[in-house]
């Protein structure tokens, strides 16, 4: 890995104030989406649905995880990132269900969905922790 993608990794990875928005962006995006009734379908394949849901959760949970841990000097254990990202994900995620239930032609308070969403937030946590690694065995991140 060069030396500059470790600086600029490093740096953006300790920009809590960006991954506070792209959380708050993320949020404003998923509201939208559930209370569309028709949303875009583009092509099919088995288990799209989950996947896009685990996907989308998983991109929530990274943003509220860096935001919480990027700026720590010592490197957070797995299981430490892997509480909020579970939490994050399974509240959000119930929330999102119940509120599809009063959008027009979505059904919502799918089990099967919402646990696609915590997987979401589990997979955040190891790839969080995974670049918190990566950047901490990289070297200095002063330019």
Avoid at 89 to 108: N, V
Avoid at 129 to 138: C, D, G, M, P, S
Wanted: hydrophobic residues 50%; contains cysteine; aromatic residues 12%.
């Amino acid at each position: 890995m060069s030396p500059r993608f470790v600086v600029l990794g490093s740096r953006l990875v300790k920009t809590s104030a960006l991954w506070w928005f792209g959380v708050l962006v993320w949020g404003a995006v998923l509201w939208t989406l559930s209370a569309n009734s028709a949303l875009p379908s583009g092509p099919s394949f088995p288990l799209k649905d989950k996947l896009l849901h685990c996907t989308y959760f998983c991109g929530g949970a990274l943003c509220l995880l860096l935001a919480l841990h990027g700026k720590r000097s010592s490197l957070p254990s797995w299981r430490v990132l892997a509480i909020p990202g579970l939490l994050f994900t399974a509240i959000i995620g119930a929330l999102d269900e119940f509120h599809q239930t009063f959008t027009p032609g979505r059904s919502g308070n799918e089990p099967w969905d919402w646990l696609a969403d915590v997987t979401g937030g589990v997979l955040a946590a190891w790839i969080v922790w995974k670049l918190l690694l990566k950047l901490r065995q990289t070297g200095p991140t002063e330019a």
